[in-house]
Structure formats: structure tokens, C-alpha cells
């Protein structure tokens, strides 16, 4: 059976005639009657309504170019054309005709946007259709906000959208063959069913909502941009274009002005702007600049920002030929930058290894394991390093010892086996600085090699052996820590018993030539080799351990250098900043206090990365001897004779501890 139209009949929201199924026209009038923008924002708002449906519109870009090209160079007003007047009423044509607006299929789940602003409700009726399937809108729906609607909160706001959208569509959303859902960019409304308390308004909407299948669905407002356009049609008919004084007249008594700004004003007076000051800016004469960037950077709103931060502060306003040139110049001055900012480079200070000896027990490394808990009698492990063959000498003994003590235990159970050393690495622990222990190496002919502040590179062959000692203690007296004495030997016979990766042999084969071991030998095995052969045997074992460290000493610097970049170069009598990194200061708050002290006058130069610095008297504790890394110069600047001010230093705290280390200096 055929049915024919006389004429147009209207059903569920379309007209049905001879010509076939349109939308009626009232359905699409939120878009057909959107007005022609007034103002930059009102373009932006319908292009981003536009450009959801520009995949639906053979041509979009040229179409829409007209009111596109307004928009370039970020114009500040409109200048509304004729040719964007055409493209405006074209593009409303083109959405509210096939194939923009799809027809509902009742057999398609539906989607539903909804969106509201202070002024009106917008929301998208949609559906997937096609191959492959893709979002097509099915209605628009835009309803201004009565008065009394306007005084709801944000929440019932939001939920009106929803029971709005779904009174003008309940016809094919009622009933409907699969749940649909709802889009909002107002997260509560997701729970919106569990929840407990409910005023009369939102109890009444809820009755209402009952009678649909659907889930709600939270969407960020940046991807709601169809309902959040069609919500803000009304803005601009109900917002006052020029905002209402809060105060009134007769309280206001003048406009706050800035003393810099004063001060500029009266300098433009002797030294007016040039002609290639650009427009919408102050010029600033000579005399006031410098006052000017202080101001900008050292002002609590701007928080001492870096360069580029203090440059953008100011160009925004006020301008000079040299402002870049004058910022870079006072900021890299800056004392409280100086002191408060954390260093973004690498640490300063290629890695400078220690020379390598020429044959075992020749230079030693020596360190102190404290803190033990008594076992024998003991409570502290003298180590002692051999910077050659990696061997070790692990000497318990009773507490901290003196330097005489010290001295004595070393010619007891290391000169009088291996002979006197050329020389001796240390912390400067008190027995180390001390006028004895001095004296006693002196007499020996040792050379004493003290090591600087706060960096524990130039020991580190004895650190290492610290931290596998420990860990050996560790592994056999973690449950009777009172005998950890017992199994010294037992952790000085392993570390001299593994092969080190430096020279790829262990200790006990380079000093010895053999590697001893704990099992009796056979009998074939108890003839002693001859003397010669022996010291053949030495010497091949010292040239090749002699080898395998220089190769290590180069990878190791290799690697070390990766991480680090080329140190300053200081002169006597230079400047620089102290880092309070490992500085025993006492400070109110050490996490909000300066991370640089001084300035401090260098004094000389100690070795490649190390340099002596002139300390005050109140910081006499402190080994003046530091590496480059914790140093940071002192730059000049035009602004320094009020922008560095002598501030208290922080007082010197008391510290435990036999010293800190750094790298080495004779």
C-alpha cells in the first residue's frame, strides 16, 4: 500500500510531504537563528560549534574561510564583512540540512550532550550511523534561562540541562530500544541516582528521570564544545559589556600608580621616548633601568625569576635597546639568585684520578669503621688499603685512636710486613692533622696526603672497602652482632682472596705472586719454587696488575667525565659562593634556607679541582679546602652596590666524625 500527501503532515518532530522526511523547521531554530557575532569571542564560539560537523560538509574550509581570515593576527576587535555575513548563513543552512542532521534510527542506541551556562541550556541529540560508523547529530536543542532558573547552583543547573534534553526527545529516547547516554561535563551529576539526600527540586527531576534507561557519562568541557556553543547563545544578551564598578565613585580617591612608574614619568621629562619604541610601550631612560629590573626581579609577585622569566616580565610593558642585554647581565648577578637557587649544570670538575704506583704497599689508603658495638674489646676497624694490588689490612682495635696510636698500629702490622710507603691518603680526621702524627711520617720519609672538603672521590678505594667490610659483617653477625670481631680475618682474607676488577687478579696474586688457599696442598705441590723464578713471576704480576689499573683509571674517568662539565678556573683573590651542602651550619630551617654562603676570597689553587678559600674566624672548624663543584662565582654587576648586602652568615654547628673527604692535595 502506497500513501500519498496532499500535503505536508507533521509527526514526532518532522514534516512528511511528497518530497519526503525533513526536520521541521522549528527542531533546527536554536541554529537557524543563532545571530550574527558581534564581538572575536562570539566567532570563535560558532567555529568551534562548526568545526564538530565540518567532516559532514563537502568544502567546509572554503566555505567557512571568510570568517576564518577574521580571526588572523589575533585581532582585538571584529570587522564583521560581507562575504563573512554569506559564509555565516551558509554554513547554517548547510547544518541544518541532509546530510548534517541525520534521521533517528530507533534501532541505533542514542547519545545525548547536554551543556549549561550562566544564560542558557544547550544539548545534541546523535547517533553512530554509516560505514564505518560515525557520530552524526540528529537535533539541536538551545533554550534560554528564565530569571529564577538562573539563581540555581552549578549542580541543579547542570541536572535541568539533562531533564530539559530529555522532555523535548522523549519520544524516541522513552522506551528506546538500547540504554542511551548521557554526556555532561559536570562529574556529580554521575552519581546523581546513589545519592542519599535530595532536595524537593532534585527529588521531583529525578521521578521524571525514572522513566528513561540510561547511563551518565562524565566528559572534560574541552570536548564538549557542540552543547557548551549551543548553551552560550544567550551571553550576550544578558552580560553588560563593560563590567560594574564593585566600589563606587565616591570611594575611589586615585588609580594605584608604582613609584618606578613615577619615577619613569619624570625621567621621560629630560629624556623623551625615541621614534622605534614600539606602540603600547613605556620607554624607560638610562638613569631609571636600573631601579626598574630590580624592581621587577626582586618583588615578591615575581619571586627572583631566571633571565628569560625577567625579560618577559618586562617587555610586556616597558622597553629600551638593551633591556635583554641589561636583564642577563643583572640577573647572572644577582646575590640571592646566587645563594637560594639550586645549579642546573653538571657538577664542575673533570674526575682527577689519583697517580698509580709502581709496585704494591707503596701508597696506602687509610680510613677508620666506627660506631661498632663492643666485640673483644673492640668497637672500631682501622683499614688499610694498598692502592696497587687492592689489599687490605683490617686492624680492630678498642676505640677512635690517637694519632700516636694510629702511627704505632700502622708500623705494628703493615711497614714491619710490606716495608715504609711513599705516601698516605687520609681524611683529616684528628689524627691525621695532628703535629704527631706529622712527626712520625715525617721521620719516616711518608708524604702525607690530606683530603679536602665534602668530596669522598680521592679516597674511595678505602670507602669501597668500608662498604663490602660492612656488608661481610653484616651477612655472618646480624644476629650476634657482639662477635662480629671474630670474623675480621675471615672478611680480610675474602677481600684479598676475590679478584678486583681493576686489575683482574686478586690481591693475594699481585702481592704474592700465588694465589694461597685454605685447603692443605697435595704432596706433589710442597716444592717452593726457586727464587728467581719467583721474582720473574712477581714482576710479570705487578706489570700486568700495573696495565689492568691504567685501563680502569681510564674507563673509570671516562665514565665519571659523562657526568660532568669542565670546571671554572679561579684566580687568588677571586670571589665565590659556598655551597651549604655538607657545611655543619646551624639554620632555623636548613630546607628553606640559602644554598650558598660567602662570598669568599679564593686563595689559591691546590690542584686541578681544588682550591683553598679564606674562611672567617667563627668558621675555623671548617677544612678551607674545597672542590670546584661546590663553588659557584661571584659575577659583577652595575647593580651590585645595593643588590649584595652583607647578611649574617649562619653559625658553624658541632659535628662528629673523624673529617670529610674531597679530592686529594699533598
Known sequence: MSVVFQKSVSFLGYQLSASGVKMEVDRVSAVRNWQTPT?????????????????????????????????????????????????????????????VLAHPDPSLPFQVEVDVSEAGIGAVLSQRSGTPPKLRPCAFYSKKLSPAERNYDVGDRELLAVVQALKVWWHWLEGAQHPFLILTD????????????????????????????????????????????????????????????????????????????????????????????????????????????????????????????????????????????????????????AQCKAPRHLPRGKLQPLPIPQRPWSHLSVDFVTDLPPSQGNTTILVVVDRFSKACRLLPMPGLPTALQTAEALFTHVFRHYGVPEDIVSDRGPQFTSRVWRAFMERLGVSVSLTSGYHPESNGQVERVNQEVGRFLRSYCQGRPEEWARYVPWAEMAQNSLRHSSTQLTPFQCVLGYQPVLAPWHESQIEAPAVDEWVRRSEETWNAAHVHLQRAIRRQKTSADLHRSEGPVYAPG???????????????????????VGPFK?????????????????????????????????????????????????????????????????
Open 39 to 99: 564581538t572575536v569571542k562570539e566567532v570563535q564560539q560558532f567555529l568551534g560549534f562548526a568545526n564538530y560537523y565540518r567532516r559532514f560538509i563537502r568544502g567546509f574550509g572554503q566555505v567557512a574561510a571568510p570568517i576564518t581570515s577574521l580571526l588572523k593576527g589575533g585581532p582585538v576587535r571584529l570587522r564583521w564583512s560581507a562575504e563573512a555575513d554569506r559564509a555565516f548563513g551558509r554554513l547554517k543552512d548547510l547544518f541544518t540540512s541532509a546530510p
Open 186 to 337: 559536570h562529574r556529580n551529576l554521575e552519581y546523581i541516582r546513589e545519592a542519599r539526600r535530595l532536595n524537593p527540586r532534585q527529588a521531583r527531576w529525578t521521578m521524571f528521570l525514572a522513566r528513561f534507561v540510561f547511563k551518565i557519562t562524565y566528559i572534560p568541557g574541552s570536548q564538549n564544545g557542540k552543547a557548551d556553543a549551543l548553551s552560550r547563545r544567550y551571553d550576550a544578551e544578558e552580560r553588560s559589556v563593560e563590567p560594574t564598578p564593585i566600589l563606587p565613585e565616591s570611594c575611589l580617591v586615585a588609580p594605584v600608580v608604582w613609584e618606578v612608574d613615577a619615577e619613569i614619568e619624570r625621567a621621560l621629562r629630560t629624556d623623551p621616548s625615541p621614534p622605534q619604541c614600539p606602540v603600547g610601550r613605556t620607554y624607560v631612560p638610562l638613569e631609571v633601568r636600573d631601579h626598574l629590573i630590580c624592581w621587577a626581579h626582586t618583588s615578591p609577585s615575581s619571586g627572583h625569576p631566571g633571565i628569560g622569566r625577567t625579560v618577559h616580565c618586562l617587555s610586556t610593558k616597558y622597553w629600551w635597546p638593551t633591556l635583554a642585554r641589561d636583564v642577563r647581565i643583572y640577573v647572572s648577578s644577582c646575590s640571592v639568585c
Open 574 to 596: 677571586d670571589r665565590v659562593w659556598l655551597s651549604i651542602r655538607n657545611l655543619p651550619l646551624r639554620l632555623p630551617c636548613r630546607k628553606l634556607g640559602r644554598r650558598f
Open 602 to 666: 679564593v686563595l689559591r689553587r691546590l690542584n686541578e679541582v681544588c682550591y683553598r678559600l679564606e674562611l672567617p674566624i667563627d668558621y675555623r672548624n671548617i677544612n678551607p679546602s674545597f672542590h670546584v663543584s661546590l663553588l659557584r662565582p661571584v659575577v659583577a654587576g652595575p647593580l651590585q652596590e645595593y643588590e649584595i648586602e652583607e647578611t649574617p652568615r649562619p653559625p658553624v654547628g658541632h659535628r662528629g666524625g673523624s673529617g670529610v673527604h674531597c679530592e686529594v692535595h699533598p
